[in-house]
């Protein structure tokens, strides 16, 4: 599902204007990735939470040559699913 069908899917089942789904879906994203980035933690119960995470630096390899190189230390987002999510999606 991509960004616009999840948008026809909420609107159409919470009985609003495609219009407002997507300004306050931009909102609720633009939110998360502005919390996230400032180092701290999102947390919607019973669906999850992002927080943001460290990747240390590390010796990878060149797919291409096998050639040893240096992958920088970056920064990463997490997701850990909540109990109401964990559990719809092992119900299937």
């Known amino acids: 599902m991509n960004k616009q069908e999840l948008i026809d899917l909420v609107a159409e089942d919470a ?3 495609k219009e407002t789904v997507n300004k306050v879906l931009g909102s609720m994203l633009q ?3 502005n919390s996230v980035a400032a180092g701290d933690a999102v ?3 019973g669906f999850g939470s ?3 995470g460290e ?3 590390r010796t ?3 797919p291409q040559t096998g050639e040893p190189m240096e992958i920088g230390a970056s920064r990463t987002v997490k997701f850990t699913m909540g109990k109401e999510l964990k559990d719809a999606v092992n119900a299937r």
Do not use: E, M, W, Y
């Open 43 to 45: 947390q919607l119960l």
């Open 31 to 33: 939110t998360i990735k």
């Open 60 to 62: 990878g390899r060149n």
């Open 55 to 57: 990747r240390a630096a």
């Open 50 to 52: 992002f927080s943001p």
């Open 15 to 17: 009985d609003v204007a």
